[in-house]
């Protein structure tokens, strides 16, 4: 069985720059959560999706979004690029079968995001 | 809102030793999670807790959740350089799943 596909796995962009990054769950999976980790911050919570529906919201700006797909494949996307968005971006997925949080999550291997 | 800390947030141990971190939520969950992060790698899963009181065992692994699911702890026995890593606490509250900030375990052969 297929794991949490995140794609590309690293990407360097230059401040004021856009980037998407994609994350396909494991088949099945229809919660997709991303998170943000920094070696000081730990992992913040950025937005969970659900059937094609945002769930949850983390506190970061409006500059942060995603979207997620009928097959639940999952995008994020951030705009105008700052230096403090530099990170690696995880998503993470789960069966979530009638309870909401109630599963482990499976995490990708994430996208290392650099800006310069 | 929600928040969760871990203690403490680094951990060195000499092989061999025991030691335990612990997790501590600001508000009562329905579970606890459990996850490991390799150096370079990511959060696995290791384990979920969910009764009040509850005591699960993986290897020299074993996790509890307090009465009042508030707080929970790991203790590993007999650490191996094998346990080197971060370990995250993650609380279920509502739909919410709140990490903690994670104990890095650094091993001294």
């Known amino acids: 069985k297929a794991g949490v596909t995140q794609t590309p796995r690293y990407l360097i962009k230059t401040r004021g720059q856009q980037v998407t990054l994609s994350c396909s769950p494991i088949?099945?999976?229809?919660?997709v959560s991303w998170y943000q980790q920094t070696p000081g911050q730990g992992l913040q919570f950025l937005f969970e999706?659900?059937?094609?529906?945002?769930?949850n919201k983390g506190n970061f700006p409006g500059r942060f979004s995603g979207r997620q797909f009928s097959n639940s494949r999952s995008e994020m996307n951030v705009s105008t690029l700052e230096l403090g968005d530099s990170a690696l971006y995880l998503c993470?997925?789960?069966?979530?079968?009638?309870?909401?949080?109630?599963?482990?999550?499976?995490f990708g291997s994430g996208t290392r995001l650099t800006v310069v | 809102g929600q928040q969760v800390m871990q203690i403490p947030q680094y951990q060195h141990v000499q092989e061999g030793e025991d030691f335990t971190t612990y997790c501590n939520s600001s508000t009562t969950l329905s579970n606890i999670q459990w996850y490991k992060q390799r150096p370079g790698g990511h959060p696995v899963f290791l384990i979920q807790l969910v009764k009040s009181g509850e005591v699960k065992k993986q290897k020299r692994l074993t996790f509890q959740f307090g009465e009042a699911k508030k707080n929970s702890s790991l203790h590993i026995t007999a650490t191996q350089t094998t346990d080197v890593g971060t370990y995250f606490c993650?609380?279920?509250?509502?739909?919410?799943?709140?990490f903690g900030g994670g104990t890095r375990v650094l091993v001294k052969p």
């Open positions: 993650a609380g279920a509250a509502g739909n919410k799943l709140t």
């Open positions: 999706y659900f059937s094609e529906t945002q769930r």
């Open positions: 088949s099945g999976h229809r919660s």
């Open positions: 993470a997925s789960s069966t979530d079968r009638g309870g909401l949080a109630n599963y482990g999550y499976t």
